[in-house]
C-alpha cells in the first residue's frame, strides 16, 4: 500500500512559468463564462512564483492582451515601454559598427513592446491565477509522471528529507500523488519531465534536434546619467568568433535599472569556450561598459533557451497530456522573444482541455491542441522564422546575417523552402587538442567578476544534505573520456561552477558542487557523451531571483 497522499484534481499544471500561469487563468475563464467550477493545481518546484524565472525581458503585448485585455488596470508590471532600438556590430574588443535600422531582421524591431522583469510578470499572473481559484503549490518538484497504462494521470513530487546515503532523515516527508484527468507540462527549457515524456512516447520522431543556448543575465543599478528608460541595446560579433554563434542585449529598465545579459549557442565547437567568461569581458567592450561604469551589480543567473524553432517542435500532447512554452520550444528566435508564445500555447491547451473535460469520459486532446496550435499567430510566427537558427548554423554569423536579412525583410519569411540542422548541440565539440586555447582576461571586480561571485547573488541553496540531482549514469566517463579528449567542458559550460576537476590524495576526481546549481540544464544538454542527467532537486532549492 502507497504511503503517499493522492489528491484529484480536473487539471495539474506542472510550472508556474508564463506558459503555465496562462493556461490556468485561461481555464478559469473558461469555466467561469460556464458557470462551472474546475479544480486546478499549479506545482512549482521555486520556492515561490518567480523564484526560478530568467529572462531579457523584451515583452510583446499579443497573448496578454488576448489573457486579459484589462491587464493595465489590473495593475500587471508591464510598464516601460521600448523608446530605442540599437544593434551593433562588435569588430574588436574596442570597436563597433551601428547596424542602421534598415539592415535590421524586421522580427527584431521593438516597436510597442515592454521592457519586462518576466518574474515579476509570473507573480503577477499566480496573483490573478490564486484570485480565480487556482491551487498554487510553490516549493514541490514534480518529480515522476503517473502512468495508468499509456495515459498520463498526473505526477508526483518528490520526497523531502532524503538523506545523500538515500536514508530518511528526521522530518521525512513523501511526495504527494497529484492526480489528474489532464496534465499540462510547462517546466521551461528542457524539463526533465517533458524529456522523460519525449523518450517514453517518442515525440521526436519527426522533427529536428532542439538545439539551445545558454543565456546568463545580469541586472545593475546604473548611474541616472546615463540611463535612458525603454532603449534597448542588441550586439553581434566580438567577442564570440565566426563559428560560434550569439550575441548581447541590454534593456534600460525602469528606476536607473539595465538589464544585460550574452547568449551563446550550445552548438559551439571549441571546448575551451567559457560562455561565463565570454559574457564578462563582453561588459568591457565600451559600447557597453559605458553604461555600466559607477554601477552596482545586484543580480545574477543563467538559464538555458531552446532555439529549434519550428523544425524542432516535438509532437506537442500525449494521452493525458499536453506540452506548452518551452517545454515544447516555442521559443521564436528571429524575435528572441519566448514568452508571448508561451503564454499563447499555455491559453490553447487550456482551451483544448477545457473541451474535452465536457466529455464524461476523458479523450485524447493531443489532436485538437496541436490543431489550435497550427490555426494560431504561434505558428504563423514560427514559420515565418524557421529558417533563422539554421542558417546561422549553415552559413556562420556574416553570411548567415546576409541570409536572415533576405528571409525576413525582403521574402518576410516566405521563402519557397525550409532549411534544417540535424546535429545535436552535445555532438559538436571538436577534441581539445584541435581547438585554439582562449585566454580571458582576469576580472577587475568593477565591470567584470569572477564566477563564486556571481553565483552568490542569484541566492542559491539547496539542502546540503540530500541525494545529488545531477546523476553521471557512467562516473568514470568525466575523467576517462571528456578530461582527455575535450578538457572537460563542464568545468567551462556550467554558468554555476558545479563541476571541478580536483587534485586530492595524488589523483584527480570529478567533484560536483549540486549546492551551486542554478538549474539552468545546461549540463544535460552540452555534455558530449549525454552522461549527465538533470533531476530535481527538493522543492525549494535553486535560485531565488528577486526580479529576473
Known sequence: MSERESMEFDVVIVGAGPAGLSAACRLMQKAEAAGEELNVCIVEKGSEIGAHILSGAIFQLTALDELFPDWKERGAPVKTAVSGDDVWYLTAESKAIKVPGLFVPAPMHNEGNYVISLGELCRWLGEQAETMGVNIFPGFAAAEVIYEGERVAGVVTGDMGVATSGERKEGFAAGYELRARYTVFAEGCHGSLGKELMQHYNLRSNSDPQHYGIGLKEIWTVDPAVHQEGLVVHTTGWPLDNGAEGGGFLYHASGNQVFLGY??????????????REFQRWKQHPKIRRYLEGGERVSYGARAINKG????????????????????????GAKIKGSHTAMKTGMLAAESIFAALQSDEPGDVSSDYQTRVKDSWVWQELHQARNFGPAQHKFGNMLGAVFIWLDQNIFRGHLPFTLHNTEPDHESLVHADKAAAIDYPAPDGKISFDLLSSVFLSSTNHEEDQPVHLQLADASIPLDKNLPEYDEPAQRYCPAGVYEIVEEAG????RINAQNCVHCKTCDIKDPAQNINWAVPEGGGGPNYPGM
Not at 500525449?318 to 512554452?325: D, E, F, T
Not at 589523483?507 to 570529478?510: D, E, K, L, R, S
Open 263 to 276: 547568449i551563446v549557442a550550445l552548438s559551439y565547437r571549441n571546448p575551451h569556450l567559457n560562455p561565463f
Open 309 to 332: 524553432g519550428l523544425q524542432s517542435l516535438p509532437q506537442l500532447g500525449v494521452p493525458g497530456g499536453l506540452l506548452a512554452g518551452c517545454e515544447a520550444g516555442f521559443l521564436n
Open 507 to 510: 589523483a584527480q576526481h570529478f
